[in-house]
């Protein structure tokens, strides 16, 4: 049985839900106002450089309803800010409002944040209740939490194998790819898509398959295109150099133009790539990236242990022989079946370093 101080936080994080993409590369974040036990308020967080959940929340109150907005309890799943950002300090606005009871998920990592938006509450005399479904409010927003704890995005790998476990078959006659899933597999992958900030393939995939990376059969906002190009090999022919999405190419060469569409990084390919990768998509501010292949990019962030979630489908096509699937052992967080299609997805809890 949840408790009702549970039950209000899983409403807030239902709230935080609806905007979550939309709010990156900030958190998203559910608050509710409740006054003996009725909810007269409610908001999330607005599209990026809005305002946040608890200015959405304390507006949505009716005019009838306003004199009880200081005898309410706020809950919230984030940590209310205390910094002057794209928007003033929730806090301010807490206090202003005169709201005594103020119900916490979890701390906010921001280094701006970081516990003083609830010493700030403190100091003002209110109630502050911190760690009500502390660890479903960070799940709901790993990625923001990943980025700021570790200096890193969040990292989903993403693969599809055949029966027989290989990833491509040895021989391949067009320059697409060779699909293993089902249309609705297929439709899924794209809603992950249009979920994070960046998606990454190594050279072979974009050589072999020349793949478009983009939200096709879904709605929402198409991710950054990442692509490893050590030695240039990847034309201007290829869908990811098309300017339609933003592209960040990490190659060896140096000297190369930029354009606003079109980022070329220098780094060197060594035995740091994996970390050299996230620490580019750190600096560009991309709080998550979905890797799609190939199989020896897979398994590169594998070795360095720098993953946190992989996505993995088994579809019915048999290759006998091809690109052989990543070896890897972590921890499996869900099962489904997509008609034919089994989809497992697995959790690293083990990450070896951190940047
Ligand atoms: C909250 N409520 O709904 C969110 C918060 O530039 P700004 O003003 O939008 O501030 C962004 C930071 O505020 C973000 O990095 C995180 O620390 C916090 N997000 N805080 O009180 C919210 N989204
Ligand atoms: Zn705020």
Same mark, same amino acid.
């Given at each position: ?99 005594? @009871?103020?119900? /916490?998920? !979890?701390?906010?990592?921001? &280094? +701006? ?7 700030? #509450? ?119 150099? @098309?300017?339609? /999405?933003? !592209?960040?190419?990490?190659? &060896? +060469? ?7 569409? #079109? ?93």
């Amino acid at each position: 049985m949840k408790t009702s101080h549970e039950h209000y936080m899983l409403r807030c994080l239902e709230l935080a839900h609806n905007g979550l993409r939309e709010a990156m590369p900030n958190p998203s974040v559910g608050a509710i106002l409740v006054y003996n036990d009725r909810i007269i308020g409610e908001g999330h967080t607005s599209p990026f450089g809005g305002p946040h959940g608890e200015v959405n929340c304390i507006n949505s109150v009716a005019e009838a309803d306003r004199h009880l907005i200081p005898l309410s309890t706020l809950y919230v799943s984030l940590e209310p800010c205390s910094h002057y950002g794209k928007t003033p300090p929730c806090c301010d606005l807490i206090i202003h409002e005169q709201i005594q @009871n103020i119900i /916490i998920g !979890t701390v906010d990592p921001n &280094e +701006k944040v970081a516990g003083n938006g609830i010493k700030k #509450l403190q100091e003002a005399g209110k109630n502050v209740t911190v760690g009500v479904l502390e660890a479903e409010c960070r799940e709901f927003n790993r990625r923001f939490f990943t980025f700021h704890e570790k200096q890193r995005p969040y990292i989903i790998l993403k693969w599809a194998e055949s029966a027989d476990g290989f990833l491509s078959p040895k021989h391949k006659s067009e320059q697409s790819p060779v699909w293993i899933t089902n249309a609705y597999s297929r439709q899924l992958v794209h809603k992950w898509r249009s979920e994070e900030m960046a998606i990454l393939a190594g050279t072979q995939t974009i050589l072999d398959d020349n793949p478009q990376l983009d939200v096709r059969t879904w709605t929402g906002t198409n991710p950054v295109r990442i692509v490893l190009d050590r030695t240039g090999k990847i034309n201007d022919s290829y869908f990811v150099k @098309n300017h339609k /999405i933003k !592209t960040i190419v990490l190659t &060896e +060469k140096s000297n190369l133009p930029n354009l606003d569409t #079109l980022v070329y990084e220098t780094v060197p390919f060594d035995e740091n790539l994996p970390r050299t990768i996230a620490a580019v998509l750190y600096r560009h501010n991309l709080q998550s990236v979905i890797i799609e292949g190939g199989g020896k990019t897979l398994q590169t962030f594998i070795d360095a242990g720098l993953w946190d979630e992989a996505r993995v489908f088994r579809g019915k096509a048999v290759f006998t022989e091809g690109t052989p699937v990543p070896v890897f052992k972590a921890t499996v967080q869900h099962r489904e079946t997509i008609l034919e299609d089994e989809l497992i997805i697995y959790r690293n809890y083990g990450e070896r370093n951190t940047i």
